[in-house]
């Protein structure tokens, strides 16, 4: 498993918390929520974009996706800082895909769809 992307120990902090069932509805709800805001990012302007890459941040924290949740956070500073000409791309989805096949592996959830 790769260690650096998810930090598990929040994973089972988190599944131990608010029980089975409602870590896989919230994982759910997390992967529709993120894949769409992965879809925006590119034709975002500089607020949306901001704002975009704050929402996956602070939701990839809550759910252990420690290595998403850290290059969103590079990429939030660089496009409040007006650099938005590579936000979003490539770097970012590798780690996300990464971290969301990770995550679904390992709960048992299997590839998204």
């Given at each position: 498993m790769i260690d650096w992307v998810i930090d598990w120990e929040r994973v089972g902090e988190l599944r131990g918390e608010i029980g089975e069932k409602d870590f896989a509805q919230i994982l759910g709800y997390f992967i529709e929520e993120a894949d769409d805001a992965m879809q925006k990012l590119r034709a975002?302007?500089?607020?949306?974009?901001?704002?975009?890459?704050?929402?996956?941040?602070?939701?990839?924290?809550?759910?252990?996706?420690?290595?998403?949740?850290?290059q969103c956070r590079l990429e939030e500073v660089r496009a409040a800082g007006?650099?938005?000409?590579?936000?979003?791309?490539?770097?970012?989805?590798?780690?996300?895909?990464?971290?969301?096949?990770?995550?679904?592996?390992?709960?048992?959830?299997?590839?998204?769809?």
């Open positions: 975002a302007d500089a607020p949306r974009l901001v704002a975009l890459l704050h929402f996956l941040k602070g939701s990839a924290l809550n759910l252990g996706l420690r290595a998403f949740a850290e007006g650099d938005t000409s590579s936000v979003g791309h490539d770097s970012l989805l590798l780690i996300y895909e990464t971290s969301k096949e990770a995550l679904l592996a390992e709960t048992g959830k299997g590839h998204a769809a």
